[in-house]
């Protein structure tokens, strides 16, 4: 057909699910990585992004040659799926094309299950359920690797029923929340009812694996072709603002639409207006990588959409996660480009104040205007609002007056010296994430300004909170 020759960009698929349902683990054994062993307390505590190219797709699901995928690739959104983290969450569901709700066959839909749900009907996005751990059925035996119907097949008389009723209970349990799903391979509806994929992300099992990566590059650009056609004109939001020691403050964007170059001049807004500035590098994890990998980076002249992308530029200080970056067209009149940009700024968060869910940039600068607090000190502005968002909902309930991104540097710790005689309890920097300088570990000693670090969120509030208890009694 005609419409059909387009070139088409890869499609933006968010994971989503309740903490342990296996986002993470799904996501290695389609890559071939093993991030999630490697996590702190194993909780996912940044938002990534992955570029699957199609070949590595191809290979993984040992596709013949002859079956044509239409979409360049696949750029897969993970998010955490801990309470802390519904910011972060609700940035990866606003720029994707589809979902991916995973669940864990054994436990049913859980409490983030249900949020996630709620999150993506709102933003009108559709999804494919990923119904995980099927090796956890009794008697399982595994077929690394292999079509979910195939597996089935192999199975014992017991296995097999226990996977019906359990699959009909998680298809009640998602009637019961307004959703009709059925197993994609008995799905005659898909246009209307949600499809079910039983998988198994067991680094030795990985069956229905397959399956699901055939319905994200194959399936998912049918019913919105248009949708992925590609357009010149760039559409960019930015995932996280970073606080790097070699690069500076860097951006980490998901390209939706159209291309970005070294040289580029592109607009971000802050509370304090537009910044106009020249993209000076732009950077890519290696393809299956994740974005936030700390790694080998690739150097681009170019990037293509869709991409997650890091940009190199100055003066990125103050830009907002969640918002978009604009790219101004040789021709555009820059006065107009900058008002157009902020004007679209106060929508995006004006909406999502409705939503009780301000953007992470408003949320975290409500902070700087309490004058008796802690000092808190990250690696990305999303990570800065789980801690910030945690010491809230604590049962201590601890204020925050002052934070910043990045390595701790002596002038961090001076700032944090102002609460030694107003508050001493507060004098204290919460780091996560990033690296203490020497003289500022010096001077902090030297003042009694107290550095906590440790490699969750979680446990960075509780030794603090620990330490004031201590201080009480
Ligand atoms: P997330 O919180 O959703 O990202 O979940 P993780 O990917 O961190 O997985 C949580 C735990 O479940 C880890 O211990 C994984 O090894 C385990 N897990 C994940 N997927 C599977 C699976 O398909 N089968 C089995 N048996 N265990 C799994
Ligand atoms: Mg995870």
């Not at 790694?295 to 940009?311: D, F, L, S, T």
Request: glycine share 6%.
């Amino acid at each position: 057909g005609s419409g059909d020759e387009r070139e088409l960009r890869a499609p933006i698929c968010c994971i989503l699910g309740h903490v342990d349902a296996g986002k993470t683990k799904l996501l290695d054994c389609i890559r071939g990585t093993r991030v999630q062993e490697g996590e702190a307390g194993g909780i996912t505590q940044h938002i990534g992004a992955t570029y699957l190219p199609v070949e590595n797709i191809r290979e993984r699901t040992s596709l013949k040659s002859e079956v044509t995928i239409k979409v360049p690739g696949l750029l897969v959104i993970d998010t955490p799926g801990h309470e802390s983290f519904s910011k972060m969450r609700s940035r990866g569901v606003s720029l994707c094309d589809i979902a991916l709700v995973v669940v864990d066959i054994t436990r049913g839909l859980e409490k983030q299950t249900i949020e996630s749900l709620h999150l993506l009907k709102r933003h009108n996005v559709r999804f494919i359920v990923a119904m995980n751990k099927v090796d956890r059925l009794y008697g399982w035996k595994s077929c690394p690797n292999t079509p979910i119907l195939e597996a089935l097949k192999n199975q014992s008389d017991d296995v097999r029923s226990e996977y019906k009723w359990r699959l009909t209970e998680v298809i009640t349990q998602f009637k019961e929340n307004g959703f009709n799903t059925a197993p994609y391979y008995k799905n005659k509806k898909m246009k209307r009812v949600f499809n079910i994929v039983p998988t198994s992300a067991k680094s030795d099992s990985g069956e229905g694996v397959p399956d699901l990566l055939m319905l994200l590059v194959r399936w998912v650009p049918e019913i919105m072709i248009d949708k992925l056609a590609f357009n010149n004109s760039v559409e960019c939001t930015i995932l996280e603002v970073n606080g790097d020691k070699d690069l500076g403050t860097t951006i980490d964007v998901v390209l939706i639409n159209g291309a970005l170059h070294q040289g580029d001049q592109v607009i971000v807004c802050t509370k304090q207006g537009p910044v106009t500035t020249i993209i000076r590098d732009l950077l890519t994890p290696q393809p299956m990588k994740e974005l936030k990998a700390k790694g080998v980076y690739k150097h681009h002249k170019e990037v293509r959409a869709a991409h997650g992308v890091k940009i190199v530029a100055p003066g990125l200080q103050h830009a907002m996660a969640g918002t978009s970056l604009i790219a101004v067209k040789p021709g555009d009149d820059l006065r107009q480009a900058e008002t157009a940009a902020m004007q679209e700024m106060i929508l995006t968060i004006s909406a999502a104040d409705e939503n009780k869910n301000r953007t992470a940039a408003e949320e975290v600068s409500r902070v700087k205007s309490c004058k008796e607090g802690l000092y808190v000190q990250a690696s990305s502005i999303g990570t800065l609002e789980a801690i910030i968002d945690h010491l809230k909902s604590s049962n201590v309930d601890i204020p925050v007056s002052d934070w910043n991104l990045g390595p701790v540097n002596k002038q961090d710790v001076m700032k944090a010296t102002a609460m030694l005689n107003r508050k001493e309890e507060y004098a204290a920097i919460l780091a996560f994430d990033v690296k203490v300088m020497h003289e500022a570990s010096v001077l902090a000693a030297e003042s009694g300004v107290r550095i906590f670090m440790a490699d969750t969120v979680y446990k960075l509030v509780d030794s603090y909170a620990e330490h004031i208890n201590g201080l009480k009694e």
